[in-house]
T-cell receptor, first 117, second 114 residues
Framework: DAGVTQSPTHLIKTRGQHVTLRCSPISGHKSVSWYQQVLGQGPQFIFQYYEKEERGRGNFPDRFSARQFPNYSSELNVNALLLGDSALYLC????????????????FGSGTRLTVV | AQSVTQPDIHITVSEGASLELRCNYSYGATPYLFWYVQSPGQGLQLLLKYFSGDTLVQGIKGFEAEFKRSQSSFNLRKPSVHWSDAAEYFCAVVNPNTGNQFYFGTGTSLTVIP
């Protein structure tokens, strides 16, 4: 199986710009979650999508949005970038929602390193 | 609300020595518990998980963890550390009822010296 694929791997943006990060889940996985990992911290939950619907949202401003496509891939969008948005953005996919986690296979991608200057 | 505490920011051990990384969680019942490892610039790799049952769980790479309900702890152990174990280790919990998100600790950085 191919793993969770994230693109791009690195990018540099300027304050105030917009960015789109992409995630392709493992084949057959229908749920995608996004996490932000600031340097020196653990990952923090941003969104979860399942079957193209938002199933969970973390404590992030409205500048952060996401969507899931019919092929279960996902995009994370961040508007009006701030220096504090610099982080590693991780995508994780699972077969079902985590409420069925006992059947769990929850796999993280290698992330997109976003630097805002 | 759920939370995870990893009291040790950084640990240094000698190769071949034993290792224990501490994890304490805050949750009203028993959450699902996980340990992940992250090498520099990489994503997270699952080491082991606990849902229910036997409180001592075995994982990959020779790691094990013990769930202690009375102490709200889920400490990670390895009897003999290898240089390749140097990495960042994260403990995480999930609410079994909602299961929508992982709550991660701040991580413990492990350095292995020859």
């Amino acid at each position: 199986d191919a793993g969770v694929t994230q693109s791009p791997t690195h990018l540099i943006k300027t304050r105030g710009q917009h960015v789109t990060l992409r995630c392709s889940p493992i084949s057959g996985h229908k749920s995608v979650s996004w996490y932000q990992q600031v340097l020196g911290q653990g990952p923090q939950f941003i969104f979860q999508y399942y079957e193209k619907e938002e199933r969970g949202r973390g404590n992030f401003p409205d500048r952060f949005s996401a969507r899931q496509f019919p092929n279960y891939s996902s995009e994370l969008n961040v508007n009006a970038l701030l220096l504090g948005d610099s982080a590693l953005y991780l995508c994780a996919s699972s077969y079902r929602t985590a409420s069925q986690i006992s059947n769990y296979r929850y796999t993280f991608g290698s992330g997109t390193r976003l630097t805002v200057v | 609300a759920q939370s995870v505490t990893q009291p040790d920011i950084h640990i240094t051990v000698s190769e071949g020595a034993s290792l224990e990384l501490r994890c304490n969680y805050s949750y009203g019942a028993t959450p699902y518990l996980f340990w992940y490892v992250q090498s520099p610039g990489q994503g997270l790799q699952l080491l082991l998980k606990y849902f229910s049952g036997d409180t001592l769980v075995q994982g990959i790479k020779g790691f094990e963890a013990e769930f202690k309900r009375s102490q709200s702890s889920f400490n990670l152990r390895k009897p003999s550390v290898h240089w390749s174990d140097a990495a960042e280790y994260f403990c995480a919990v999930v609410n079994p009822n909602t299961g929508n998100q992982f709550y991660f600790g701040t991580g413990t950085s492990l350095t292995v010296i020859p």
